[in-house]
């Protein structure tokens, strides 16, 4: 008798120059939020879209998995995404640095 299991597409890194996240999203961090940046370019132009993304609504998949499933909706392209915490979320940035930790 086969069991069947819930399985994610598998699917792999279009280019072996980008850089996965590793592990898995941690939503107990301050960081709530991530910027998803596309970086598809085919050497006459690139996309360069962003997106903020809360990191609550992503799936339980390891980066790398999550990575490879992104389509940028602006150029179509998919697994072009480079990951950035938003560091928005726990830094103020309009504060002066001379404030910091006041």
Same mark, same amino acid.
């Given at each position: 008798?086969?069991?069947?299991?819930?399985?994610?597409?598998?699917?792999?890194?279009?280019?072996?120059?980008?850089?996965?996240?590793?592990?898995?999203?941690?939503?107990?961090?301050?960081?709530?939020?991530?910027?998803?940046?596309?970086?598809?370019?085919?050497?006459?132009? #690139?996309?360069?879209? #962003?997106?903020?993304?809360?990191?609550?609504?992503?799936?339980?998949?390891?980066?790398?998995?999550? #990575?490879?499933?992104?389509?940028?909706?602006?150029?179509?392209?998919?697994?072009?995404?480079?990951?950035?915490?938003?560091?928005?979320?726990?830094?103020?940035?309009?504060?002066?640095?001379?404030?910091?930790?006041?």
């Amino acid at each position: 008798m086969h069991r069947l299991t819930p399985r994610k597409p598998w699917r792999k890194k279009p280019a072996d120059w980008l850089r996965y996240w590793t592990g898995k999203p941690d939503r107990r961090t301050q960081v709530k939020t991530v910027i998803a940046y596309c970086l598809w370019a085919d050497g006459q132009k #690139s996309c360069g879209h #962003s997106a903020v993304m809360k990191i609550a609504d992503l799936p339980d998949w390891d980066w790398a998995d999550i #990575s490879a499933h992104m389509r940028c909706t602006v150029c179509g392209h998919v697994g072009y995404v480079n990951f950035r915490a938003n560091w928005s979320d726990v830094i103020d940035f309009d504060k002066p640095a001379s404030e910091a930790g006041k």
